[in-house]
């Protein structure tokens, strides 16, 4: 939810012209210009000094949309700012809507995309000076954020965009997650160069690297991370069956120690699969709940569709299906083959797959 604030009379019908373009903003201005209609329209009117509403937004919005000018704004946000990560999205427009300017959180917290939007419907021009967007090349800090891919640490995002932005040697190792991440209509920068393995873009000793991979990596990778960031991309598919009233922390165990065991990180685990049976399973669902982990339901019907390799007559008498771990996880993930088929510890019964393309 975006919040508009003006303070000025061609503001003011800036700030209506959205209430027309943006249905999820909230409309904020002075009641000094109020047209009559603003209760019936919802928009919000406010008198005396505009800091103090400022105040009072810039937690509650994702985004702060200001038709105010730039020096003001900076000096009334500057006591209010705590961390790039938290801190909403800033853009200003000057008050004859012919720039729209992103002034804080233009990456994470989507003040650029923010940008090109409002000007867009403006018919304004964009304003725009982070340096990764100006030379249409990576931002390290958004690199695969679309896909809902995780960072597995932010020490070195700063370092690296500047190897980056510096047109520096940077190394991409991608084993796994989509592909389709370069969206710009030019060719990727010269700079950056991808290469098969981390263990050949160590040879190629580059200024900075992307890893993206699901593995964990084996000690003589680590010397990569130096100054690289490691991604998690979403493609761990888990299959699992348990007996009905299995706890939370034996269903949660048997997971992290096959991961473990498949040096496979908990970070990429896309979904747990498993039978309709299972909706109200209590200990499944802690544990999906406490990794936001989506929890994809099948019926008997369609899990027997799957071939699998070891279907099980009592598996069938008590759900009516031959299997639930194994079908599960190559239904959800388009696999025939499976990194590990189907792995039985105590009342848990456990497959893995990787998701390969899009879905």
Known sequence: ???????????????????????????????????????????????GNVRFLLAELFSAYRGLILIISLGAVVRMIAPLLKDKKTDPAVVV????????????????????????????????????????????TIAVDLFGRSFGWEWENENNLTPVSAAVVNEQHVAIVQESGERNWWTYDT??????????????????????????????????????????????????????GCNRGTSAEEIERVICDTLQQLRFSMKSVKALCTIDLK??????????????????????????????????????????????????????????????????SGNVTISVALWEGER
């Open 1 to 47: 939810m975006y919040a508009v604030v003006a303070i000025t009379k061609h503001g003011v019908e800036i700030a209506r012209k959205l209430y027309d373009q943006l249905p999820h903003a909230h409309i904020y201005y002075t009641d000094k210009f109020a047209k009559g209609d603003e209760a019936k329209k919802g928009i919000h009117l406010f008198s």
């Open 93 to 136: 427009i000057d008050d004859k809507a012919e720039h729209v300017i992103s002034v804080l959180s233009g990456h994470l917290g989507g003040a650029n995309e923010l940008t090109r939007k409002v000007a867009n419907l403006l018919d304004a021009r964009p304003v725009i000076t982070t340096a990764s967007d100006v030379q249409r």
């Open 187 to 240: 060719p990727i920068p010269s700079n950056i160069r991808q290469y098969a393995s981390v263990a050949e873009a160590l040879e190629a000793e580059p200024d900075a690297a992307l890893v993206v991979t699901h593995r964990l990596l084996e000690k003589e990778e680590e010397d990569i991370l130096q100054n690289g960031v490691l991604y998690r991309p979403k493609v761990i598919v888990i299959g699992i």
């Open 279 to 344: 909706k109200d399973e209590e200990g499944l669902l802690a544990v999906a709940n406490k990794y936001n982990w989506p929890l994809i339901f099948y019926t008997a019907e369609q899990l027997n569709a799957v071939p699998i390799d070891e279907p099980s007559e009592t598996v069938f008498r008590y759900v009516g299906a031959y299997g639930v771990s194994e079908p599960a996880a190559k239904r959800y993930s388009g696999q025939q083959q499976l990194v590990l088929t189907k792995k039985k």
